[in-house]
C-alpha cells in the first residue's frame, strides 16, 4: 500500500531546514561525502553552502557549467551584486554556485544519481539549507512528440508501468512512490512563454535502467525483440499516459520525495522513438533544445530569489 509506504519515510521538514531519517548520524564525530570528496571536517558547510536555495542537477558537467554561467548574469542583475561562480569537481561528479544557485551534474542512471542525491541530501542538511528546491534538467527520448518539446514530468513509473522506484535494501525490495510535488509542476508550466518556439508539455515519465534494449531499441549490441514488438510496447505507455523516457525519474521523484524536498524534472526530447532509435539530430540543434528545460528552470528561480 503505497500510502502506508508514504506516512512510514516521508514527513515535512520543520523549519524548512532538511530532516534526515538517519539515527546514526547523529553519532558520526565526522562526516565525508566520499563522491563530492568534501567533509564536515575540513569544509564549513554552512558558510559555503548554507545560501543555496536551488539546486539544479543533470547528466553532463559541462551541462551543469553552461547553466550556472547563463544564469549568472541575470542573478547578478537581479541580487545587484557582482556574484562570483565557485567550483569543485570530484572524480566522480562537478559542481558549480553562484549566489542560491548549485549545480551539479549527475552521471547516467539510478546507480549514479542515487549516490549524489545521498550525499547531496546530507550537504543539505549539514550546511542548514532552508526550503532547497532541487531540479532535474535533461534529455529524454519522446513517446509520440514532436522532438524538441519539454517535457515536466508529473509521475514517473518503471518499466512495467509502476508509479515507484524499487530499492533493494538487504535483500529485500521496498516500494517507493515516484511522486512529484504537483504545485511545482503548474507553476513550471506556467513559465512557459507563448513565443517559446517549442511545445512545453506536462506528462508521464518512464525510467528505465538501460538504453539500449530497456528501452525497447532495435540499435543496440543485442536485440532480441522484433520492431512489432517494440512498436506495441511504445503504444502501452503511451495509453498509460507516458510522454517520455529517461533513465533517472522514478528514484530522483522517490528520493526527494523520501527527504521531503520539492522537486522538479524538466526534460527535452532528442527524438520520437515512434519514428527511431538513433538520435541524428546536428549537434548544434541538440545544444540549442538542450538549453529549453535550463531556460525553464532559470525562470522560475528568477521568479523565486
Ligand atoms: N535519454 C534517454 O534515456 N533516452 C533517449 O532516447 C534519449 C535520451
Not at 539510478?110 to 539549507?129: D, H, R, T
Not at 506556467?190 to 532495435?218: H, W
Not at 543485442?222 to 495509453?239: P, V, W
Request: charge should be neutral; aromatic fraction near 10%.
Amino acid at each position: 500500500d503505497l500510502s502506508q509506504i508514504f506516512d512510514q519515510y516521508f514527513n515535512s521538514n520543520e523549519n524548512g531546514l532538511v530532516r534526515l531519517r538517519n539515527p546514526n548520524l547523529k553519532s558520526l564525530d565526522h562526516d565525508f561525502l566520499y563522491h563530492l570528496e568534501l567533509g564536515t571536517n575540513d569544509h564549513d558547510f554552512v558558510k559555503m553552502f548554507g545560501d543555496v536555495k536551488f539546486i539544479c542537477t543533470g547528466g553532463t558537467a559541462i551541462r551543469m557549467k553552461n547553466f550556472i554561467n547563463s544564469i549568472e548574469p541575470e542573478l547578478s542583475k537581479k541580487l545587484k551584486t557582482k556574484l562570483e561562480i565557485w567550483q569543485h569537481s570530484s572524480s566522480r561528479y562537478s559542481m558549480y554556485k553562484v549566489g542560491p544557485v548549485l549545480a551539479v551534474n549527475h552521471g547516467i542512471g539510478v546507480p549514479s544519481l542515487q549516490i549524489l542525491l545521498n550525499e547531496l541530501f546530507k550537504l543539505m542538511y549539514y550546511a542548514k539549507m532552508k526550503n532547497p528546491v532541487i531540479f532535474r534538467i535533461g534529455t529524454c527520448g519522446g513517446v509520440g512528440i514532436t522532438p524538441g518539446t519539454v517535457v515536466i514530468t508529473n509521475e514517473g513509473v518503471d518499466e512495467e508501468i509502476n508509479p515507484y522506484f524499487v530499492q533493494v535494501v538487504l535483500g529485500k525490495k521496498i516500494h517507493l512512490p515516484a511522486t512529484l510535488d504537483r504545485q511545482l509542476v503548474r507553476e513550471l508550466k506556467a513559465l512557459v512563454n507563448s513565443d517559446d518556439p517549442y511545445d512545453t508539455i506536462i506528462g508521464k515519465t518512464m525510467c528505465t535502467s538501460d538504453f539500449y534494449e530497456g528501452q525497447g531499441r532495435l540499435d543496440g549490441a543485442f536485440c532480441k525483440h522484433t520492431i512489432a514488438d517494440k512498436m506495441d510496447y511504445l503504444a502501452k505507455l503511451q495509453e498509460a499516459g507516458v510522454v517520455n523516457i529517461e533513465m533517472e525519474c522514478t528514484a530522483f521523484a522517490a528520493l526527494t520525495y523520501q527527504a521531503g524536498i520539492k522537486a522538479g524534472i524538466c526534460c527535452v526530447a532528442m527524438l520520437d522513438r515512434f519514428k527511431g532509435d538513433q538520435i541524428r539530430t546536428s549537434n548544434e540543434v541538440r545544444k540549442q533544445w538542450e538549453l529549453r528545460p535550463q531556460d525553464i528552470i532559470s525562470r522560475y528561480i528568477l521568479r523565486h530569489l
